[in-house]
């Protein structure tokens, strides 16, 4: 049984397909409504267009990695409250600190645990 999670629009940033395809079937399953986009540059932009409720931000993408374009959506007084969950394979002790100074609100290790996912996300809105 999944609750009404219609209104709530999630941006997922991830390169990886399958892990695109992944995070979507969790989400689209609680009944969020998903867009992705593979690259730091393209969901900066969909930031730009559209509301999103959260952003699930992969750490290791081609070009501008997620911290750096943390940074950016966090520059943007706009985007000062959104919820931003990094999602990174790379959780070493050091990368970790690294990863949460430049401004995401949690952070998810893959390979993603539905639960631990789902969980984060409704702590986060």
Known sequence: MTSDN???SVLIVEDNPDNQQLATWILEDEGFRVTCAD???SGLELLEREAFNIVLMDISLPGMDGKEATRVIRSNPR???LPIL???AH???GERESIEACGVSGLVTKP???DELL???RELL
């Open 6 to 8: 219609s209104e709530i």
């Open 79 to 81: 985007f000062a409250n």
């Open 86 to 88: 990094a999602l990174t």
């Open 39 to 41: 690259t730091a540059e």
């Open 112 to 114: 993603v645990d539905e």
């Open 91 to 93: 959780a070493v002790q």
């Open 119 to 121: 969980t984060r996300i």
